[in-house]
Structures are given as C-alpha cells and as structure tokens.
T-cell receptor, first 113, second 113 residues
Framework: TAGITQAPTSQILAAGRSMTLRCTQDMRHNAMYWYRQDLGLGLRLIHYSNTAGTTGKGEVPDGYSVSRANTDDFPLTLASAVPSQTSVYFC????????????FGSGTRLTVV | EDQVTQSPEALRLQEGESSSLNCSYT??????LFWYRQDPGKGPEFLFT???AGEEKEKERLKATLTKKESFLHITAPKPEDSATYLC??????????????FGKGTLLTVNP
C-alpha cells in the first residue's frame, strides 16, 4: 500500500541519548514534514523539506535536526533527548499542486525518561 | 502569525443528531483551508481542501464550508463511526510553493449510539 512508513512505532529513550526517527514515502512526493503532537497544543511543525537536498525550520526546531538526501527518506534526529521531547511524532508528505492535503504516517510515540 | 482556533474542544452527540464544528482562522492571504480526521493512535487523514470563500465540499455525512474568517464542518445524522478528532489547518498565501500548514488543536467528536 502506497504511503508513509514511520519507524519505530514507539520508543522509550533515556534522557541524553540520541535517536533517529525514520520516515520513508513511496509516492515520490517532493515536500516532506515532521510534526509533533502534544495534548492541548495540537500539531506543531518541527522541520520541513520542499525537495530533496533542502530543509527548513518550522515552529519548534530546537533540539532536532533533519536531512533529505533523496526524495523518499526524511529522518528526524534528536541529538541529546530531553523529557520535553516526549511526544507523538508524525511525518507527512505532499505532492505538487493544490488539490490534496498532506499524507501522514502512523506516528512514533516517543517517551524520554 | 497564522492562527487557527477550533471550537468546541469536545462535542458529544447522539446518533442522528446533526451539528457543526467551527474553525476560525487568521492568515496572511489564505491559499487553502484543510480538514482532517484523526482516529486514536493514527495519523490524520485528509478530508477536504477549500480555497475560496463560498466554496463547499461534501463527503458522505460531512460538508465543509468556507467564509473569509472561518470554516464549518457540518455533520448530518452522524453515526458512531464518525467519532474522531477533526483537525482544521490553513496554508498561507505567502511563501510561494511552500506548503507549510498551521493546524488548530482539533475538536474531539463523540457520537453515542
């Protein structure tokens, strides 16, 4: 089934450790996004990439980094995790044109202890 | 700064009891307004895109409408399977091909049988 695959599904991470959340899409979409979703705060944009080789900062980029080496993959890295990064992380993509919205992955639930 | 406010935060309906969800927005030149449905433990699922005031879109029991200041998601004769969180998002007109969306916090809809 075409779409976005995120891994892992969930993770418990010790504070201070690093981790990479994986995101792969098979729709050949140019634009990809990382959001975090927290109760009472909604979805907030962390980083985005309009096309392979380019990235940009969103609303809450501190503590996170991304890369976009090719069209399909958009990993999100936490260099040194802190408890405030406990959240559900969603990867999304969008093709060209205005007719459709984002396609979201199923999310990664991350708990930093 | 783009802002999206959804109301109510939660809505409980009886099966067959029609109602509306509200999405008020402030954005610099609206390029598109999006509605998503999110089930527990899953990523948001795209429902509609609205581009200009007066536009309406329908899908089964859902109808989305748009004015210059707000959008409504009308639910006609809802069923228990319509229970979900409904998210509204806006895409600003600035930024060229940048498709970054700003999301509201959502309305949690519960439909009781």
């Amino acid at each position: 089934t075409a779409g976005i695959t995120q891994a892992p599904t969930s993770q418990i991470l010790a504070a201070g450790r690093s981790m990479t959340l994986r995101c792969t899409q098979d729709m050949r979409h140019n634009a990809m996004y990382w959001y975090r979703q927290d109760l009472g705060l909604g979805l907030r944009l962390i980083h985005y990439s309009n096309t392979a080789g380019t990235t940009g900062k969103g609303e809450v980029p501190d503590g996170y980094s991304v890369s976009r080496a090719n069209t399909d993959d958009f990993p999100l890295t936490l260099a040194s995790a802190v408890p405030s990064q406990t959240s559900v992380y969603f990867c999304a993509s969008r093709g060209t044109g205005y007719t459709g919205g984002y396609t979201f992955g199923s999310g990664t639930r991350l708990t930093v202890v | 700064e783009d802002q999206v406010t959804q109301s109510p935060e939660a809505l409980r309906l009886q099966e067959g009891e029609s109602s509306s969800l509200n999405c008020s927005y402030t954005v610099s030149g609206l390029r598109g307004l999006f509605w998503y449905r999110q089930d527990p433990g899953k990523g948001p699922e795209f429902l509609f895109t609205l581009y200009s005031a007066g536009e309406e879109k329908e899908k089964e029991r859902l109808k989305a409408t748009l004015t210059k200041k707000e959008s409504f998601l009308h639910i006609t004769a809802p069923k228990p399977e319509d229970s979900a969180t409904y998210l509204c998002a806006v895409q600003p007109g600035r930024g060229g091909s940048n498709y970054k969306l700003t999301f509201g916090k959502g309305t949690l809809l519960t439909v009781n049988p």
